[in-house]
């Protein structure tokens, strides 16, 4: 674990967590699970409960993409006092024909180790 005083900027991993949405939303799946744990945390917030590990978010995301069409657009990224850092995301989701099912702001709060994603959890 690295000290507080080693950590990347708040502006530093702002950029990194905007890179992994803009990745997430053309399912570049690879390439945002390689910015996470082995043994992350992750909320599913389609199913519920929570998944633990890469595999577990790819099946999840696998199946969630073949229901609904999820953008998501981080619009503020602020640092907790613990060091977690609190996105505001704007999420639309749309049936797979386009019909738009809901758009909401919620909250997305990461936990890092290091540079890699170590627990995301979601906030109304």
């Avoid at 000290?3 to 399912?27: C, G, I």
């Avoid at 590990?53 to 657009?73: E, H, K």
């Amino acid at each position: 674990m690295l000290h507080s005083d080693d950590r990347p900027s708040t502006s530093a991993r702002s950029r990194e967590l905007r890179e992994l949405y803009e990745a997430f939303n053309a399912r570049e799946i690879d390439r945002v699970l390689a910015a996470m744990t082995a043994d992350v945390q992750w909320p599913n917030g389609w199913e519920g409960g929570h998944l633990e590990g890469r595999a577990s978010v790819r099946d999840y995301w696998i199946r969630q993409w073949a229901q609904l069409r999820l953008s998501l657009t981080p619009v503020q990224f602020r640092e907790r006092g613990d060091g977690r850092i609190e996105v505001v995301v704007r999420l639309v989701a749309r049936d797979p024909g386009g019909s738009v099912l809901a758009r909401e702001e919620v909250r997305h709060v990461y936990e890092f180790e290091g540079r890699l994603v170590r627990r995301m959890q979601v906030e109304q």
